[in-house]
């Protein structure tokens, strides 16, 4: 299981990024793909989660900024993330499961990725 994320980056608050993790070794379809995040000195926080049959969840503190979507043809997960706050700075992890709905967005996966730096200046 690979999975690479790309997309990170230094913006500004009020602006966007988005996130791209790649995955292969897998079967794509059957898995649960999600992301979550880690600041230095804070607890790994889960971000979102899309299941295998497209349902989404998130965290509170991103609901109505974040999306997440997938694109099955390309084993390609995607995080756009708007509005974006200070308080968003992290590590960003993509992560897979082979539970196919973890109901929730979670840090607790199977497999996760290296993780691409997401920094918001004030």
């Known amino acids: 299981v690979q999975l690479v994320e790309s997309g990170g980056g230094l913006v500004q608050a009020g602006g966007s990024l988005r996130l791209s993790c790649a995955a292969s070794?897998?079967?794509?379809?059957?898995?649960?793909i999600g992301w979550f995040r880690q600041a230095p000195g804070k607890e790994r926080e889960g971000v979102s989660c899309?299941?295998?049959?497209?349902?989404?969840y998130y965290t509170d503190s991103v609901k109505g900024r974040f999306t997440i979507s997938s694109d099955n043809a390309k084993n390609t997960v995607y995080l756009q993330m708007n509005s974006l706050k200070p308080e968003d700075t992290a590590v960003y992890y993509c992560?897979?499961?082979?539970?196919?709905?973890?109901?929730?967005?979670?840090?607790?996966?199977?497999?996760r990725g290296r993780g691409t730096q997401v920094t918001v200046s004030s």
């Open positions: 899309i299941s295998s049959d497209g349902i989404t």
């Open positions: 070794g897998f079967t794509f379809d059957d898995y649960a």
């Open positions: 992560a897979a499961d082979q539970r196919r709905n973890l109901g929730r967005a979670t840090y607790e996966y199977d497999y």
